[in-house]
T-cell receptor, first 112, second 113 residues
């Protein structure tokens, strides 16, 4: 069965420092993996997705994620945090059906 | 091109009242979904539709009904609202299901007293 674990419910970083949001998944098949961002009182916006092409995926706003099958991880990174990055981030796994499995979210706080 | 829109944005109901949430998309997507978001639980699928006139149950369907009479619209109904249905409801759509990006609406915040 599919599952997603976001290892940190809250992450705080200083502006200009690197961001690391961790996600581990469990899947019986070759999954598709997504990261979505949700700003306060807004809907979810796709940051990036992995669909069995390149293992290093580049997304919007300078974010990227690396698919590591041996570690069953799909961590989200950004070299330098900006105040506008403060939001909640969701890791999502899909096994090629309609169904998304969402992680419980990581709230990113960016300190000035 | 508005994407996915939801009506209303916010609603307060009393226990036992009914209401319908409307989702509309203008991207000609076949697949549409209703989720609820509760603190600390991520998003959970309520119902989904794979095309006009078809609907199916998701992970947490109890207490909800849906209809997809037109391809662009997906309605979520609460026949007799309960406090446990206090949540934020998101609609999403996608062109195909396989490895496909879902596009989300801005959400409807529902409070049931």
């Amino acid at each position: 069965a599919q599952s997603v674990t976001q290892l940190d419910s809250h992450v705080s970083v200083s502006e200009g420092t690197p961001v690391l949001l961790r996600c581990n998944y469990s899947s019986s098949y070759s999954p598709s993996l997504f990261w979505y961002v949700q700003h306060p009182n807004k809907g979810l916006q796709l940051l990036l997705k992995y669909t069995s092409a390149a293992t290093l995926v580049k997304g919007i706003n300078g974010f990227e994620a690396e698919f590591k099958k041996s570690e069953t991880s799909f961590h989200l990174t950004k070299p330098s945090a900006h105040m506008s990055d403060a939001a909640e981030y969701f890791c999502v796994v899909s096994e090629g059906t309609y169904k998304y499995i969402f992680g419980t979210g990581t709230r990113l706080k960016v300190l000035a | 091109n508005a994407g996915v829109t939801q009506t209303p944005k916010f609603r307060v109901l009393k226990t036992g009242q009914s209401m319908t949430l409307l989702c509309a998309q203008d991207m000609n997507h076949e697949y549409m979904y209703w989720y609820r978001q509760d603190p600390g639980m991520g998003l959970r699928l309520i119902h989904y539709s794979v095309g006009e006139g078809t609907t199916a149950k998701g992970e947490v369907p109890d207490g909800y009904n849906v209809s997809r009479l037109k391809k662009q619209n997906f309605l979520l109904g609460l026949e007799s609202a309960a406090p446990s249905q206090t949540s934020v409801y998101f609609c999403a759509s996608s062109f195909r299901p396989l490895q496909e990006t879902q596009y989300f609406g801005p959400g409807t915040r529902l409070l049931v007293l």
